[in-house]
């Protein structure tokens, strides 16, 4: 079993709807939560950086962890074509020596206009 | 602009041809990290530095050699290259250590190896 599970999709939505993307993991000493977008031939950008349990709220996206359930979840509101991107989860323990993050595999996400 | 900047963005060499991938960060960073991306592997460390100096290997370290002479450049070498290094290149980088900063990582655009 890998420590982090993504569902690699691909998802595929109308413009405007709510979307749920979501990670579970195995490790209960994960602290430090992340989300982050990948378009096409870019490198991964970080979206939404959370620490511990709670949710955050960046403009159209919300950040869940739920540490009880080692679950994670990225709402997005009202979705637009250009949210079409694969989406990465990551996690690390703590922030020792090494920055090592534990990363999914990525969900691919289409919005249809 | 804040940024890392890779080059190349596409290589493709032979077997055995020594190459460097360039990395570059304007943000003082102390940390950086290359990163491989494979389907159905994701995303695997295979080197870090803490700062100057200081390198470490990550989880696939083989066939790769890394240096951080100057705080930031942090290029990746492959001495002798072979076809299962045919992949995606990521350079990150982020803050010195803070457990409660924000630390995620800035990414690179990446460079496309393809070893034939």
């Known amino acids: 079993q890998k420590e982090v599970e993504q569902d690699p999709g691909p998802l595929s939505v109308p413009e405007g709807a709510i979307v749920s993307l979501n990670c579970t993991y195995s490790?209960?000493?994960?602290?430090?939560f992340m989300w982050y977008r990948q378009y096409s031939r870019k490198g991964p950008e970080l979206l939404m950086y959370t620490y511990s349990s709670g949710n955050k709220e960046d403009g159209r996206f919300t950040a869940q962890v739920d540490k009880s359930s080692k679950y994670i979840s990225l709402f997005i509101r009202d979705s637009q074509p250009s949210d079409s991107a694969t989406y990465l989860c990551?996690?690390?323990?703590?922030?020792?020596?090494?920055?090592?993050?534990?990363w999914g595999l990525g969900t691919s996400l289409a919005v249809n206009p | 602009e804040a940024q890392v900047t890779q080059n190349p963005r596409y290589l493709i060499t032979v077997t055995g041809k020594k190459l460097t991938v360039t990395c570059s960060q304007n943000m003082n960073h102390e940390y950086m990290s290359w990163y491989r991306q494979d389907p159905g592997l994701g995303l695997r460390q295979i080197y870090y530095s803490m700062n100057v100096e200081v390198t470490d290997k990550g989880d696939v370290p083989e066939g790769y050699k890394v240096s951080r002479k100057e705080k930031r450049n942090f290029p990746l070498i492959l001495e002798s290259p072979s076809p299962n290094q045919t992949s995606l290149y990521f350079c990150?980088?982020?803050?010195?250590?803070?457990?409660?900063?924000?630390?995620?990582?800035?990414f690179g655009s990446g460079t496309r190896l393809t070893v034939v």
């Open positions: 490790n209960s000493a994960f602290q430090y």
């Open positions: 990150a980088s982020s803050l010195g250590p803070n457990p409660h900063a924000n630390y995620g990582y800035t």
């Open positions: 990551a996690m690390s323990p703590n922030a020792g020596n090494n920055r090592k993050l534990i």
